[in-house]
C-alpha cells in the first residue's frame, strides 16, 4: 500500500474529484478500492468518515490502513481506472460544522477556564465533549455566548502544516505528543488546535454552537454540543416544545417555569388532600374489620401508596389478615400484611396462585395479580391456612 493523496486537506469544500484506482481487494461484505488519491475523509480524530460513490459505486465507508486511505464499495472497481468520486455533501458539511463548531467552543473553555478537552465525537445527534474540569452552569453559559460571539466576527478558519521552528513557537492544543509533521487548525483565533478534520472556510459558517446538556463525567464534565444546522434544528425543536407545553399550561415560552411551579404546587396539595381522605376510609374500613378474621377490601381508584395507607389502618381492628386490593397492572394490585405475623407466605401463595408479582417485608407486601378477579382472590385469601 502507498501513500494516498488527501485532496480534503487542500480543499475540504471539494465534492468531486477524479483519481485513478491502484488496487481493489475483497473486503468483508464488499471491496477495499485505493485510489491514487481522494476527497473521502476517513474516520478518525473523532470525526466520522465519508460516504459517497466512485464511478456511481457506493462507497459506505472509508478508512487508514497502512498510509493508504481505503474505499469500502458495494461492487469491484478495475486497477487503473479513472473514476468520478461523489463525496456525500450534506453529510461532510454537518461534519464540518460540528468540527469547526467543536473547535471554538473547546478553545474558548480552555482560555476562559483552563479545561482541557479530553475527548471528542461527533455522534447523533449531538457532538460529544468532555472536558477535563467541573463547569458550572453559569461558567458554560458564558462560553457558549463568548464562542457564538467569536462564530459572529466571521474569522477565516486556516489549516496548514507548520515548518519545525514554527511549530515549537505555537502554542497549539494537543490531547498527546505528536511526531512528525503537525497539522494545526487556526478556528478564526477561538483555537489552536493539532487536528487532521475537516472545516469550514470561516468561522460564521458555522452560524451557532449550543450546548444540549452537561453531567459530569470522570472528575470534568461532559457535553452534548450541536453546531450548524443541528444548532437551529435543536433550538427550533425546544421551541416548538415550549410552545406545546405553554398551549397546555396557559402560558408562553418565557413563563413556562412559574406556570410549572403553580401546577407543581396545586398536585402538591392534591396529594395532602387524597392522603387524608384516604386515612379516613381506612378507619372506616377498620372500624368494618372483625377481630381474628380475615379482611379482603376493593377500593377502585388507590394507587400504591394508598393500597399501602387502607391497608395498615385497615389492619389497626387486629385482623387475623388484611389484604386491600385496587384494578391496575392490568388485572389487580395488592397490599397485604398478617397483623403480629409474617406476611411474606401469605404473598407467594397469593402470587402463585394467581400468576402475580410482588413481595415485601414480614409486616408488609404489595404487588399485583394479572387477570385476576376479586371475588376469586377474597375466596382464596378467606380459605388461605395461616400456616402458609
Not at 4 to 16: C, F, G, P, R
Not at 46 to 74: K, N, S
Not at 256 to 285: F, I, M, W
Request: some cysteine.
Amino acid at each position: 500500500m502507498g501513500q494516498t493523496l488527501k485532496l480534503y486537506e487542500t480543499d475540504a469544500t471539494a465534492q468531486t474529484f477524479t483519481a485513478r484506482v491502484v488496487a481493489c481487494t475483497p473486503w468483508e461484505a464488499g471491496y477495499a478500492v485505493e485510489l491514487d488519491r481522494t476527497a473521502f475523509y476517513p474516520e478518525g480524530g473523532g470525526q466520522p468518515c465519508d460516504t459517497g460513490t466512485l464511478d456511481g459505486v457506493a462507497v459506505t465507508e472509508t478508512r487508514v490502513r497502512e498510509g493508504a486511505i481505503l474505499h469500502r464499495t458495494a461492487a469491484p472497481l478495475p486497477v487503473g481506472r479513472t473514476v468520478e468520486g461523489r463525496i456525500d455533501w450534506a453529510r461532510r458539511l454537518d461534519h464540518m460544522e460540528q468540527h469547526t463548531g467543536e473547535h471554538i467552543l473547546s478553545g474558548t473553555i480552555h482560555r476562559m477556564f483552563g479545561a482541557d478537552n479530553v475527548g471528542f465525537h461527533i455522534g447523533s445527534p449531538a457532538v460529544r465533549m468532555d472536558m477535563s474540569l467541573p463547569l458550572t452552569a453559569e461558567q458554560l453559559s458564558a462560553a457558549e455566548a463568548a464562542a457564538n460571539a467569536a462564530v459572529r466576527a466571521d474569522r477565516p478558519v486556516r489549516c496548514w502544516y507548520p515548518q519545525p521552528g514554527e511549530l515549537a513557537a505555537l502554542p497549539y492544543r494537543s490531547k498527546k505528543e505528536l511526531d512528525g509533521p503537525v497539522r494545526l487548525v487556526d478556528a478564526g483565533g477561538a483555537d489552536l488546535c493539532a487536528c487532521c478534520g475537516t472545516h469550514l472556510a470561516t468561522t460564521g459558517q458555522v452560524g451557532l454552537i449550543k450546548i444540549l446538556s452537561a453531567q459530569s463525567y470522570k472528575g470534568g464534565v461532559r457535553l452534548a454540543v450541536a453546531c450548524g444546522q443541528r444548532a437551529c434544528d435543536a433550538v427550533a425543536g425546544a421551541w416548538r416544545d415550549a410552545e406545546q407545553a405553554g398551549a397546555l399550561l396557559s402560558a408562553g415560552p418565557g413563563r413556562l417555569t412559574p406556570a410549572v411551579t403553580t401546577l407543581q404546587q396545586g398536585e402538591a396539595a392534591l396529594r395532602q388532600r387524597l392522603a387524608a381522605l384516604q386515612n379516613t376510609l381506612g378507619q372506616a374500613l377498620a372500624a368494618q374489620a372483625v377481630p381474628d378474621q380475615p379482611f379482603v377490601a376493593f377500593c377502585p381508584g388507590a394507587d400504591g401508596d394508598g393500597l399501602r395507607r387502607l391497608c395498615l389502618a385497615a389492619a389497626e381492628a387486629g385482623g387475623r389478615l388484611t389484604a386491600v386490593l385496587a384494578p391496575g397492572g392490568a388485572g389487580l394490585a395488592y397490599a397485604l400484611t398478617v397483623p403480629g405475623g409474617d406476611a411474606r407466605p401469605v404473598c407467594r401463595a397469593l402470587n402463585a396462585a394467581f400468576g402475580g408479582r410482588g413481595g415485601g417485608k414480614p409486616n408488609f407486601c404489595q404487588g399485583s395479580l394479572p387477570g385476576a378477579d376479586f371475588d376469586a382472590v377474597r375466596d382464596f385469601l378467606w380459605n388461605l391456612p395461616m400456616d402458609q
